[in-house]
């Protein structure tokens, strides 16, 4: 992997990527140079179409969701499911939030349309002058950077680590692995990752993320 790293940025990021996950000092001999911050250079064509069609994964989904009866669910969670909710000022400030996930719409005709998952930890960090977002617990940990894109959202790409793995698999050696979304602030320290045709299940993932108290 090292050997390419001069000339292939994505190779860098997900050094940065991994290193973050797991605490790994990026080798001596590596390029000095910043990682790149145009996440189209990074992105994987397939990922590049997903995040094209945020808007209508997200229609898709809420329809699934209002034809099984069960809009009365989200109702409550106000702007996290409003799909033009975004506001200005989506860069997070490092710290560890409190998260939750909500996978809405099914891949498959009988599955469920709504699913919340058990509430984590997750993390926000500064890495190479770039952020980072970490899933800190449980046996999927999505970990990724977050590259600036304009004032009101910013772009994840990362991977999904699964199990006891301690490093993040490189991005785009496995594109059931490979994540794409957009971050964005919807409220008074309140922000969303929004994941549109996630490999498994749903058809839109959020994730909900907000400060966690310091004590």
Same mark, same amino acid.
């Given at each position: 992997?090292?050997?390419?790293?001069?000339?292939?940025?994505? &190779? *860098?990021?997900? &050094? *940065?990527l991994a290193g973050c996950v797991a605490g790994a000092a990026i080798d001596a001999h590596a390029?000095?140079?910043? /990682?790149p911050?145009?996440? @189209? #250079? &990074?992105?994987?064509?397939?990922?590049?179409? @997903?995040?094209?069609?945020?808007r209508t994964a997200w229609i898709k989904a809420l329809d699934q969701v209002a034809a099984a009866g069960q809009s009365q669910q989200i109702a409550p969670l106000g702007a996290l499911m409003q799909p033009d909710a975004a506001q200005?000022?989506?860069?997070? /400030?490092? !710290?560890? +939030?409190a998260c939750r996930v909500f996978k809405l719409g099914s891949r498959r005709p009988a599955g469920p349309v709504v699913t919340t998952l058990p509430p984590f930890t997750c993390r926000v960090a500064q890495e190479g002058g770039i952020l980072s977002l970490t899933k800190l617990e449980g046996g999927q940990k999505p970990v990724g950077l977050l590259f600036p894109q304009d004032g009101?959202?910013? &772009?994840? *790409?990362?991977?999904?680590? =699964?199990g006891d793995e301690r490093r993040a698999l490189? +991005? !785009?050696r496995d594109p059931e692995r490979?994540?794409? !979304?957009?971050?964005e602030r919807i409220g008074d320290q309140r922000w969303r990752l929004v994941l549109p045709y996630p490999r498994w299940e749903? *058809? =839109?993932? #959020?994730v909900e993320l907000v400060p966690k108290a310091r004590g």
């Open positions: 992997m090292l050997k390419s790293l001069q000339s292939s940025p994505r &190779i *860098l990021s997900l &050094i *940065l390029d000095d140079s910043p /990682p911050t145009n996440w @189209r #250079v &990074i992105a994987t064509s397939a990922d590049r179409e @997903r995040l094209r069609g945020w200005p000022g989506a860069t997070p /400030p490092a !710290g560890d +939030y009101s959202r910013m &772009i994840f *790409l990362g991977t999904m680590m =699964l490189e +991005y !785009g490979d994540m794409i !979304g957009a971050f749903s *058809l =839109l993932d #959020v």
